[in-house]
């Protein structure tokens, strides 16, 4: 059984478009302890792309690039701890984490 999240029309992201979301990482089998990135993902207006390749200073693979640049995850196995956890974090570095059981 596979498990999936969409944030673009969650009612849990406060915020007024997905433009206002840097990034947003899941943590597909949260153990209520550590936050561990298993999917990460990229959102945001003004060229994410772009400001990545200038901040680290390298070529980012741009298929690699469209498969994370999402508002929605890739599908994930049903999780062992029977928790998800998502740190939604926004272009000026304010974060919040929300665990959720699935």
């Known amino acids: 059984m596979w498990s999936r999240l969409d944030i673009s029309g969650s009612t849990t992201i406060r915020s ?5 979301i840097a990034c947003w990482f899941i943590d597909t089998n949260y153990d209520g302890e550590s936050f561990f990135v ?3 993902n ?3 207006a003004d060229e994410p792309y772009d400001k ?4 680290l ?3 980012i693979d741009e298929v690699a690039w469209s ?6 995850s890739r599908p994930f ?3 062992s701890t029977g928790k998800i956890a998502v740190k939604v974090i926004n272009p000026y570095g304010d974060e919040v984490l929300r665990v959720y059981k699935v």
Request: no cysteine.
């Open 16 to 20: 007024n478009s997905t433009d206002d």
């Open 38 to 40: 298993r999917h990460p």
């Open 42 to 44: 990229f959102t945001g």
């Open 52 to 55: 990545l390749k200038r901040a």
């Open 57 to 59: 200073r390298a070529e």
């Open 67 to 72: 498969a994370l640049y999402s508002t929605k």
């Open 77 to 79: 196995p049903i999780p």
